[in-house]
């Protein structure tokens, strides 16, 4: 059989491809007033589904943790491959992050998305266990402006850390045991007043090409 012969009766079933290859690198419809960029995906028709985020009718973007907690999507940056989300509630009569049932923040570790290095993060209410790491629990750490500006978790401990390589980026984890509750700060400069601060979380994804 010549090769021309072959590449003529396959043209039928690569055009027939086309369609399904168009639509799994286009782009998602809006949700609400919010683009959704390739490769982010809200349903199966569109984007990677890789990228899995949820459209809240009500709500809006929301990501969903690999325990099943939603997290509000603030907003996105496609040419930064970015998601900045909003940190869980603290409930200020008990010093415990909403998300403290689930273990904090976690995202499965062959999953796309990951914690971003610009995060530098805040554990409140925490042990004395948690003395033992090499964390900044010292009383010029930065959870206590956060402790005074707040008004919550006062002269409980806590501590802050940068997260970076050396770390797990896949999850932000407190429990009854350490810390029972979370913030983060984006893009933290030394010395930045305390009213500039940068509240969410920074997810980071890995580009699909």
């Not at 782009?27 to 809200?42: A, I």
């Not at 956060?146 to 997260?163: A, G, N, P, R, V």
Request: proline share 7%; charged share 20%.
């Amino acid at each position: 059989m010549k090769p021309t012969f072959i590449m003529v009766s396959l043209l039928p079933l690569l055009l027939s491809l086309v369609p399904f290859v168009y639509s799994s690198i286009s782009n998602c419809p809006k949700c609400g007033k919010m683009d959704v960029p390739y490769p982010l995906s809200t349903k199966d028709s569109c984007g990677n589904l890789k990228y899995k985020i949820h459209c809240n009718k009500t709500k809006g973007l929301e990501f969903i943790s690999s325990d099943g907690f939603h997290y509000k999507i603030i907003s996105i940056n496609s040419t930064a491959n970015t998601l900045f989300i909003m940190p869980p509630l603290i409930k200020k009569d008990t010093c415990q992050s909403i998300d403290l049932p689930v273990g904090g923040f976690r995202i499965e570790d062959d999953s796309p998305f990951y914690v971003s290095s610009r995060n530098t993060v805040l554990l409140l209410n925490c042990s004395d266990n948690i003395l033992l790491s090499p964390l900044n629990c010292s009383s010029n750490s930065i959870c206590r402006q956060f402790e005074e500006k707040e008004s919550m978790c006062m002269d409980l401990l806590c501590c802050s850390f940068l997260k970076d390589a050396s770390m797990t980026n896949h999850r932000i984890r407190v429990r009854v045991e350490g810390c029972t509750a979370y913030t983060s700060v984006v893009d933290m400069k030394p010395g930045d007043p305390f009213q500039s601060w940068n509240f969410g979380i920074e997810l980071q994804w890995s580009s699909p090409f």
